[in-house]
Each structure stands twice: as C-alpha cells, then as structure tokens.
C-alpha cells in the first residue's frame, strides 16, 4: 500500500503538516518495502486550487491512502473521486513515522 502523509519538512522524522493543500511535502510511504520518499507538494504555491493539485499529485502518485490533518472540500472530493482513503491525525502527533504508526495501529480517524 502507497501512503502519501502531509509534511512540514522532507524528513521521515519531520513535523506533520495540519494543511493538506498547502503543505510544503508529500512523503510517499510503502508499507510492503517499508520505504519512503519525499516530494515537494506542487499545489502548496498555487494562487488557487492548491488542495486539487495537491490530490491529483498524490493520485499520480499512486497513492491508496492519504494522512493529513485536515483536508479542504475540493481536495476531498477530487481524493475521494479516485478512491482514496483519507485518515487525519490529531495535534498531539509528532512527526510523520509518529502518523504512519498510528495507522498501521488503527488508531487515525478516518475522514468521511
């Protein structure tokens, strides 16, 4: 499964981002090979429409799943329209392996 986590820094042990469209990372995280990579987010310098570009980079990506604090209307329905599932963390979480063992805990809420 491909994981894309919203990030303030390209660093697996970075600080979550609470914006999923404006985050300045993506980190993609595959949970069979349990490698990750980052990227920098292309919508987070759009004038209008970052959380679109933002859901459409992380679909190319092929992304199953995304984690993020929060997630916009149009990033959520362009997200849900390529069948992805969206998880959000709450405030206490620390870094992105923080929000990675969380969900392959059970413990994210998902985003309905």
């Not at 970075?14 to 595959?30: M, S």
């Not at 987010?41 to 970052?50: I, L």
């Not at 149009?74 to 390529?82: E, F, G, Y």
């Not at 969206?86 to 994210?108: C, N, Q, R, W, Y």
């Given at each position: ?5 919203s ?10 981002e609470?914006r999923?469209g404006?985050?300045p ?13 980052a ?8 004038s ?6 933002a ?5 190319d990506k092929?992304?199953?799943?995304v984690?993020?604090?929060?997630f ?23 870094s ?10 059970g413990?994210?809420?998902?985003f309905?």
């Amino acid at each position: 499964m491909i994981i894309m986590i919203s990030s303030k820094q390209e660093d697996w042990n970075g600080a979550v981002e609470e914006r999923f469209g404006r985050t300045p990372w993506l980190i993609k995280y595959d949970t069979e090979s349990k490698k990750w990579e980052a990227f920098q987010n292309p919508g987070a310098s759009e004038s209008g429409g970052a959380g679109i570009a933002a859901a459409q980079f992380v679909i190319d990506k092929g992304a199953t799943t995304v984690i993020s604090g929060s997630f916009g209307p149009n990033a959520s329905n362009t997200l849900k329209a390529a069948n992805i599932n969206m998880f959000v963390f709450t405030p206490d979480v620390t870094s992105v392996k923080h929000a990675i063992e969380l969900f392959e805990k059970g413990d994210l809420r998902s985003f309905a």
